[in-house]
């Protein structure tokens, strides 16, 4: 599933390096008046072309004023040095009391903000205990008023958002504190969740895969013939795809074995929550022969706080029950003994942030899976952009890893005009999965695995004539203009322009993916049932899952692990390139034959639609370092 992308790419490119400049300098700036401005708090797509008209100043909203650390450089060096395995203070990590005694807003600057907003009529809904945030809740009109700003509707690619027409000011008494304010305009539209079914047909709808399907890596032949340039080595034609891999392939792959992840915490953060949860993931663990969890094992969490407001049915929470499915039943099938926190935001919009200061926070886990993100960071405001970052820097600190998937759209140059990367995997201070496509054999070992780039083909049952329609997804990466190449890869040799992603990978593609189940809506009724799955919404949590087990073998927690993975490569197998194909069958109802078939020719390591992407020896902007191999847990589990 995955949102419309907003702007054209040359608009897009003429906006390019101003957030680029910006985002270092998102901070208040003095002006007129007593006042000063936040600078970087209008969007980049709130300009005077795309306005069509005012803002209702009755419009109920809620947002989030944040305020920054205090010694801000002082608290990134410490991050720094508690993540790199070179240094004396690696893994002396602080607790969250540590952290915010030492970084945290101070309770008067804290109070001077939240009096200035009931000042000005707005509702406090809450603080978190590091400070890092003041909810609240009002009208525009008030907000106008505050803020020393007008609110415009701006058409945006079929949208209209609201966004502030300039850059908020506040009083200069709170220029120090106040860092950022998020939600007031809506670049939380642009958020989207990065699995793949491969149908037009979400999850809560009901969906399944037609066969003929293999239960492993070309058990089944079509009778279709390879597209030009691409082969399988003897194979005589395009093998059907899998039915969906079990984790004990995925596993026995990667040479992961002897541990299960118990001790450990994973938490996994999505929108909302799927009420058949629990009951799915039992189902299918007890169709893995994998243990069944308990309620003290899956727990699921809102946390305080967040904006709360009445569904909008735009937001599809029924497609994010698929995702959250994926990420627990991911996680589970790695470490089956770890316990697994899901923490859910009561929308997919402004408050995926709060939820992860909330985990951060509270310490809830030590490892992190996201599985969304934004097209491109330069489409977000920096002020919405700095205050997650600053909440990375304190997982870094208390010892937690937070992952992210890289995205599904390769280098967004379909969408743009350019090549562009996704955000937040491209924080310097989070592990980005890319994706693979992998073929496992009846040996359960490894016997392709290469980029995950898809090119599709439509294929005639009759003529046996497949004739390719275009590219349709990959895995994200690139080289961002917005952040600066981080010292691990720059120690590891890289030399790139900017920070590069993704880091490492796993598997991704659907055409290769997990077997998940889940409580969906037939026309027969509602039951479980069973589907595969891609994205790198699997790579993601496959790879937190993963590194559980690594965490379980050290006796300890790894925390921000990138300075450790670019510290192995030997744990990684190196992805290169493999041009083959594999063939599905499709039911045009998404279900069942009744509406009929159609046969399908989808390519692997295909960036024919992703230009700047390549896979090859060695860190490549596909798989990064690459997949875990049999050596990982011995070299990176210590």
């Not at 026995?252 to 994973?266: E, K, L, N, P, R």
């Not at 330069?378 to 700095?386: A, D, R, S, T």
């Not at 294929?459 to 917005?482: D, F, I, Q």
């Not at 720059?490 to 997990?514: E, F, I, K, N, Y």
Request: charged share 10%; aromatic share 10%; hydrophobic share 35%.
């Amino acid at each position: 599933m995955q949102a419309r992308r907003p702007f054209n790419g040359l608009t897009s490119r003429l906006l390019y390096w101003t957030c680029a400049v910006a985002i270092a300098s998102a901070s208040a700036a003095p002006s007129s008046g007593g006042r000063s401005t936040l600078q970087g708090s209008t969007p980049s797509w709130a300009t005077t072309r795309n306005l069509s008209g005012a803002a209702d100043p009755a419009t109920v909203v809620g947002f989030r004023v944040y305020l920054g650390w205090i010694d801000p450089n002082g608290a990134a060096a410490l991050a720094k040095s508690v993540s790199d395995p070179h240094s004396s203070s690696y893994g002396h990590y602080l607790t969250p009391n540590q952290f915010r005694s030492r970084f945290a807003p101070s309770a008067a600057d804290t109070a001077k903000v939240q009096n200035w907003l009931k000042s000005q009529g707005f509702d406090l809904t809450y603080t978190p205990q590091n400070n890092h945030y003041i909810s609240v809740e009002g009208t525009l009109a008030q907000a106008q008023a505050a803020f020393g700003v007008q609110f415009g509707i701006y058409s945006v690619h079929g949208q209209s958002l609201r966004s502030p027409v300039n850059d908020l000011s506040i009083p200069s008494s709170l220029a120090t504190t106040v860092k950022a304010v998020v939600g007031l305009d809506q670049s939380y539209q642009f958020v989207q969740t990065y699995h793949r079914l491969d149908t037009n047909a979400p999850p809560a709808a009901g969906f399944r895969n037609a066969p003929p399907l293999s239960t492993f890596w070309a058990q089944v032949l079509s009778p279709y013939a390879f597209p030009a340039g691409f082969t399988s080595g003897s194979l005589p034609s395009v093998p059907w795809t899998v039915k969906g891999y079990t984790p004990d392939q995925i596993k026995a792959a990667y040479g992961i074995s002897g541990y299960d992840g118990a001790g450990q915490t994973v938490a996994i953060i999505d929108a909302y929550a799927s009420p058949t949860i629990l009951q799915d993931v039992n189902q299918w663990s007890v169709n893995r022969g994998l243990p069944t969890m308990n309620p003290s094992q899956l727990v699921q969490v809102v946390p305080p706080g967040i904006y709360k407001r009445p569904e909008n049915p735009q937001q599809d929470p029924q497609g994010w029950y698929g995702e959250e499915t994926l990420d627990v039943e991911a996680v589970h099938g790695m470490a089956p003994a770890a316990k697994i926190v899901y923490v859910g935001a009561p929308n997919n919009r402004q408050d995926l942030d709060a939820a992860m200061n909330h985990v951060v926070d509270q310490r809830l886990a030590q490892i992190v899976t996201n599985s969304y993100g934004f097209g491109t960071t330069e489409l977000l405001p920096p002020g919405y952009v700095k205050p997650m970052e600053d909440t990375l820097i304190q997982a870094a600190i208390e010892g937690i890893g937070v992952y992210f998937s890289s995205g599904d759209n390769g280098d967004e140059s379909s969408s743009f005009g350019f090549a562009t990367t996704d955000w937040p995997a491209s924080s310097p201070w989070v592990t980005a999965v890319g994706g693979t496509s992998l073929g496992i054999d009846s040996s359960n070992q490894r016997a392709v695995e290469t980029g995950w780039g898809t090119s599709n083909y439509n294929c005639n049952s009759t003529t046996l004539a497949c004739t390719r329609t275009g590219w349709l997804y990959g895995a994200g990466g690139g080289v961002s203009v917005v952040f600066a190449e981080p010292w691990y890869q720059q120690m590891a040799g890289l030399t790139l322009s900017g920070r590069g992603l993704p880091d490492v990978a796993a598997l991704a593609d659907p055409q290769t993916g997990l077997l998940v189940g889940q409580t969906q809506a037939f026309p027969n009724g509602n039951y479980y049932d069973e589907y595969r799955i891609g994205g790198t919404s699997l790579a993601s949590p496959i790879f937190a899952g993963i590194m559980a087990v690594a965490d379980q073998k050290a006796g300890h927690p790894h925390g921000f692990a990138n300075p450790l993975i670019y510290d192995n490569p030997a744990a990684f197998y190196d992805i290169l390139p493999v041009k083959t194909a594999v063939a599905r069958r499709n039911y045009n109802n998404g279900v069942d034959a009744s509406s009929g078939t159609a046969d399908r020719l989808r390519t692997f390591d295909d960036y024919s639609g992703s230009p700047s992407q390549h896979t090859n020896q060695g860190w490549d902007n596909v798989t990064g370092l690459g997949t875990p191999n049999a050596s990982f847990l011995s070299l990176i589990g210590h």
